[in-house]
T-cell receptor
């Protein structure tokens, strides 16, 4: 069964303290991996799509990387406005919209 | 460009009733997907519509159904509501081309079943 596991479940950082979030997956024939950010009471906001091992993408203080078994979301010098739940998702065979989401990492950045 | 809109934003229903939720995708997007989000199960895929046809379906009972109109707007219906149907229902739109896989979510409809 396809599984997407995110760790840690929650992370508390001081402003400026860099860290990484992990997303590991067991999906045969990976066709891509998505990262989203979700603020309380809102829908997920698309961040990145990674398609192949070794690929990296950056956006402001965020950098996503992909290996054959996991993806990392690196947060460099985070600010309080980076506080959110970060979700990763992997599409299932048969359709890119039939995705399996991880349960997310809730990040809190303290000023 | 306007984002994905969902109506209503909040809804309170009684067990046994039915409910219809609406989603308007980003202009030009032809694919609409629906998800259920709960604290215990996280985000779970319900179904996807493209050009008025259901293309994919998740593991939900037949009480959950949907449709898409010619203008790409979509509705989701839940009949015979159960307490466990209380959740945030999210709609996501995608352009639909084979080279664009990113989907953009609306703010969601918070459904409470009492």
């Amino acid at each position: 069964e396809d599984q997407v596991t995110q760790s840690p479940e929650a992370l508390r950082l001081q402003e400026g303290e860099s860290s990484s979030l992990n997303c590991s997956y067991t999906v045969s024939g990976l066709r891509g991996l998505f990262w989203y950010r979700q603020d309380p009471g809102k829908g997920p906001e698309f961040l990145f799509t990674l398609y192949s091992a070794g690929e990296e993408k950056e956006k402001e203080r965020l950098k996503a990387t992909l290996t054959k078994k996991e993806s990392f979301l690196h947060i460099t010098a985070p600010k309080p406005e980076d506080s959110a739940t970060y979700l990763c998702a992997v599409p299932k065979p048969g359709g890119y919209q039939k995705v399996t989401f991880g349960t997310g990492t809730k990040l809190q950045v303290i000023p | 460009k306007a984002g994905v809109t969902q109506t209503p934003r909040y809804l309170i229903k009684t067990r046994g009733q039915q409910v219809t939720l609406s989603c308007s995708p980003i202009s030009g997007h032809r694919s609409v997907s629906w998800y259920q989000q709960t604290p215990g199960q996280g985000l779970q895929f319900l179904f996807e519509y493209f050009s008025e046809t259901q293309r994919n379906k998740g593991n939900f009972p037949g009480r959950f159904s949907g449709r898409q109109f010619s203008n790409s707007r979509s509705e989701m219906n839940v009949s015979t509501l159960e307490l466990g149907d209380s959740a945030l229902y999210l709609c996501a739109s995608r352009a639909g081309g084979s080279s664009t896989y990113e989907q953009y979510f609306g703010p969601g409809t918070r459904l409470t079943v009492t």
